[in-house]
């Protein structure tokens, strides 16, 4: 038996997995735009983007871990979201939230500053990377059979699904012996 408002509870649960997925895909791409100009210095260490070191950094080496946070983000945010709405368009939320955040950054402001330039191969290699995980991971998601329930047992009162081939038997020859197969 289910408690007395479980219907409402379970409701409220997937409006609140739908909400973190939305608020979740706008976080990612905040992250990983402001990982962007990430760089390691020439003794190891890490060089502050806003310290003024970066500027003055000789040899400094780009890390891409706007990257990986872009990927990985958006592939675990569209998986959450699957599963914690239960519904197929679900999976769209954190796409959303993602692609807000991506035009919000490609803007210029009234004194033409930009946080992504486009001449930056860590940028254009995240907004790449990111966007094509949501819209791979979206496209599989709502292509999926049976989308927040994978291994789900099916209810005993459930049919068993139908086979998309059905071979029909083959009759007996004329003298009553089964056919053999060749070979």
Same mark, same amino acid.
């Given at each position: 038996?289910?408690?007395?408002?479980?219907?409402?509870?379970?409701?409220l649960?997937?409006?609140?997995?739908? /909400?973190?997925?939305? =608020?979740?895909?706008?976080?990612?791409?905040?992250?990983a735009?402001?990982?962007?100009? /990430?760089?390691?210095?020439?003794?190891?260490?890490?060089?502050? %983007?806003y310290?003024?070191?970066?500027?003055?950094? *000789?040899?400094?080496?780009?890390?891409?871990?706007a990257v990986?946070?872009?990927?990985?983000?958006?592939?675990? /945010?569209?998986?959450?979201?699957?599963r914690?709405?239960?519904?197929?368009?679900?999976?769209?939320l954190?796409?959303l939230? %993602?692609?807000?955040?991506?035009?919000?950054t /490609?803007?210029?402001?009234?004194?033409?500053?930009r946080?992504l330039?486009?001449?930056?191969?860590v940028? =254009?290699l995240?907004?790449?990377?990111?966007?094509?995980?949501v819209?791979?991971?979206?496209?599989?998601?709502l *292509?999926?059979?049976?989308?927040?329930?994978?291994?789900?047992?099916?209810?005993?009162?459930?049919?068993?699904?139908?086979?998309a *081939?059905t071979?029909?038997?083959?009759?007996?020859?004329?003298?009553?012996?089964?056919?053999?197969?060749?070979?």
């Open positions: 038996m289910s408690a007395p408002g479980g219907g409402v509870v379970d409701g649960l997937r409006v609140l997995g739908g /909400l973190v997925g939305l =608020v979740g895909g706008f976080v990612a791409g905040l992250l735009v402001l990982l962007v100009p /990430l760089r390691v210095g020439d003794a190891g260490e890490l060089v502050s %983007w310290g003024g070191l970066a500027d003055t950094a *000789i040899g400094s080496v780009r890390v891409p871990v990986v946070v872009a990927v990985g983000a958006n592939l675990v /945010l569209i998986r959450f979201t699957e914690a709405t239960g519904v197929r368009w679900g999976v769209l954190p796409g939230g %993602w692609f807000v955040m991506v035009v919000a /490609l803007q210029t402001t009234a004194e033409r500053d946080l330039l486009p001449d930056d191969w940028a =254009v995240t907004l790449f990377a990111g966007t094509t995980v819209v791979i991971g979206t496209v599989l998601a *292509i999926s059979p049976d989308p927040g329930r994978a291994g789900a047992a099916r209810p005993a009162s459930a049919p068993a699904p139908r086979t *081939i071979i029909p038997a083959v009759p007996p020859r004329e003298d009553g012996t089964p056919h053999r197969p060749v070979g």
